[in-house]
């Protein structure tokens, strides 16, 4: 059974960073491209980044160069570090995998 727990959401303020994390089970880890998503309020759900097996990563645009994917594969977990948030970043973050497995979301809360 593959399940994805996300970790690390919370309320802080504009231009603060917070790091969230998503522990991985049921699937090889290490062999997954990994992803996170977020929805904001009353929006669709949209990509945020990308790191694939081999650690390449991409970005939207909107937090290109503010936010950074990671993962460590020894501990099966995908990492975003969310630096200078804005309170257009104010959303609930879900982690993904391509097969199409979701998390249950983090909420990011930034205060202006």
């Known amino acids: 059974q593959v399940r994805l727990v996300e970790s690390g959401g919370g309320l802080v303020q504009a231009g603060g960073s917070l790091t969230l994390s998503c522990a991985a089970s049921g699937i090889i880890f290490s062999r997954n491209t990994m992803d996170w998503y977020r929805q904001a309020p009353g929006k669709q759900r949209e990509f945020v980044a990308i790191?694939?097996?081999?650690?390449?990563?991409a970005y939207a645009d909107s937090v290109k160069g503010r936010f950074t994917i990671s993962r460590d594969n020894a501990k099966n977990t995908v990492y975003l570090q969310m630096n200078s948030l804005k309170s257009e970043d104010t959303a609930v973050y879900y982690c993904?995998?391509?097969?199409?497995?979701w998390g249950q979301g983090t909420q990011v809360t930034v205060s202006s």
């Open positions: 993904h995998t391509p097969a199409n497995y």
């Open positions: 790191i694939t097996k081999g650690g390449s990563t």
